[in-house]
């Protein structure tokens, strides 16, 4: 090899090469690591009602590690969505030295049992809230169908002036609502529209004209439905008076 010019001219000048960007990338390092590129600007952002200013400066000053360059982006997203109402994070760097995070809360839909609360895309998260949410019971995974379900239901009582205020659904499919008033609708598991439809539309015509209280409606039947008043009592039937037996007089002819 060493009676060969051209290989080790060849073989100097790849030394050389690597050489230069051994230098350039230690150079680098040490640029990027310097503290003349900190991260002099954080920009939060998003509709936030329940993320307060002191939680975001927490996260800042403890989570917030290192210059414009070497922050971790998804340590910091992981930090912002350890906060109970924080759902997504996003994080971008605009250089020279800003750092811009736009966080989306959970909208609460209802309360899971009184585990957690439900937000609007089904989903469950774990935070406190104060409002008056309507129940959602129901098996673990069933949190979209029953969310579906509510909003369904909402809206179609939305004629009569009624609201959902526990909805559960069974093992079995099998679906029961509890309205604001305390009436509980028992639906089942078939045709579930079409019995909410037509209680929806009997409802002016029949419980809304009664003056009892009505506790419980079954709607499982194929053409109407039972109701439970525990105020009702039937009036008393008047006996009939009875009619005095008159007997016949017998007539004697003479003989």
Avoid: C
Avoid at 209 to 217: A, S, T
Avoid at 243 to 249: A, N, S
């Amino acid at each position: 090899m060493w009676d060969r010019p051209q290989l080790l001219m060849w073989l100097a000048n790849l030394l050389y090469a690597l050489a230069a960007l051994l230098f350039l990338y230690a150079l680098l390092f040490v640029v990027v690591h310097l503290p003349v590129f900190p991260v002099r600007q954080i920009q939060v952002s998003g509709d936030l009602k329940h993320i307060t200013r002191e939680q975001v400066q927490y996260i800042v000053k403890n989570e917030l590690k290192g210059t414009f360059f070497t922050l971790n982006l998804d340590r910091t997203r992981k930090a912002f969505e350890k906060l109970p109402w924080v759902r997504t994070v996003s994080i971008r760097r605009h250089w020279p030295d800003r750092l811009e995070i736009n966080l989306e809360e959970h909208l609460a839909l209802a309360r899971w049992g009184s585990a957690a609360l439900v937000n609007t895309y089904g989903e469950l998260f774990d935070a406190a809230s104060n409002d008056p949410l309507p129940v959602l019971l129901g098996e673990a995974g069933s949190e979209v169908e029953l969310s579906k379900g509510y909003l369904e239901m909402r809206d179609m009582l939305a004629p009569i002036k009624k609201k959902p205020a526990q909805i559960s659904l069974s093992a079995r499919r099998a679906w029961n609502v509890k309205l604001d008033d305390g009436l509980t609708v028992e639906i089942g598991r078939d045709n579930v529209k079409e019995r909410l439809e037509k209680f929806v539309l009997a409802y002016p015509k029949s419980l809304a004209l009664l003056q009892n209280k009505n506790e419980y409606v079954d709607l499982r039947y194929p053409n109407g439905f039972a109701v439970r008043m525990p105020d009702f009592k039937p009036k008393p039937v008047k006996a009939k008076p009875e009619v005095p037996i008159v007997e016949p007089k017998v007539t004697k002819k003479a003989a």
